[in-house]
């Protein structure tokens, strides 16, 4: 189980930064679908089946907004340092970023 966790949370904070969050709804719920499945099939009752499901969702959801707010983050910063680069340029050369 501890396996299965650690390579959801992998992939739900790739897709973070990668994937929209429909296309990650339906990855999210054909894997929790899939992992209720296996855990039905190794003897689980039914509510320790729904619960692990449930704690799974939780999980990936935690984890897409994770890796979502770390990407944007990133994007913001090198958009930031590109900007700041070429305000500089122009400082040094006493001429603007087009001339």
Known sequence: MLKSAL???????AAGATIRAWAF???????VTALGIVILLKGSS???TI???????LVMEIC???G???????G???KRRKKNS???????????PNG
């Open 64 to 66: 897409y907004l994770a």
């Open 25 to 31: 709804v339906v990855f999210a719920f054909l894997l």
């Open 51 to 57: 619960v692990s499901c449930l704690e799974m969702l």
């Open 7 to 13: 390579v959801v949370v992998a992939v739900s904070i």
């Open 86 to 96: 070429i305000a500089e340029r122009s400082h040094v050369t006493g001429k603007g």
């Open 68 to 74: 979502l707010f770390a990407f944007s983050l990133g």
């Open 46 to 48: 039914l509510t320790e």
């Open 76 to 78: 913001h910063i090198q």
